[in-house]
């Protein structure tokens, strides 16, 4: 049950990428990174937030390495300079009270230039080529991800506060109004921060209530 957990798919050429919530994700073949990362242990399925949490961190600190300094923005983005850089996608099966498989995407602008991006999403895009002003090792971004992955899901099972911590520290929109969509309706409040699960607490109507950023496939 376990022989693919941990797999790692690199996709180089993707015509209907998905997004959160099916908006699609744009590459540039040869010049984005989009990849996919299997999770097939029985995972506890109060565990699934924080697994979501862990790959936004593991990311950041991947661009960190390539010396980005990248915010997160809730359910699942990387921003630098108030633009959209990067994002991730956690789909889990669930069986009872366990996690089956978790299929977690991931896609990071990397080596294109702003311009190759269709024009509706240009204004709100930016690369890493854009802000480092020199191109970057596809493979070496999928490595520092892993292994900073691996090492926070280790921590997630010691020290599951610090990974709730550690992400608010990097949020770039605490107690701020933020829009987002729950089955298919966008709703709007105020993030308020993350619960134990680290599920989002969002105040809506003067009532604070917990979002969860996983799709349940």
Known sequence: ?????GTIVITENQTNGKGQKNKTWGMV?????VFSLILA??????????????VSLALKE????????????WPNDLFINGKKIGGILCETKTDNSNIKTMVIGVGVNVNESISEHHESIQ????????????PHQ??????????SF???LNKLFTEPSQIIEEWIDNC???NENILFIQNDKILEGIFCGLDNNGYAKIEIDRKIKSFSSINLI
């Open 1 to 5: 049950e376990y022989k693919n957990h």
């Open 29 to 33: 073949p040869g010049k984005s990174l």
């Open 41 to 54: 242990k029985n995972y506890p399925i109060d565990h699934s937030g924080l697994i979501c949490l862990s």
């Open 62 to 73: 991947s661009l960190n390495k390539r010396g980005l300094d990248a915010k997160l923005k």
């Open 123 to 134: 204004k709100n895009l930016t690369t890493m080529l854009e802000v480092s002003k020199h």
């Open 138 to 147: 596809r493979e070496l971004i999928v490595a520092e991800f892993v292994n």
């Open 150 to 152: 691996e090492l926070l």
């Open 172 to 174: 770039m929109h605490l």
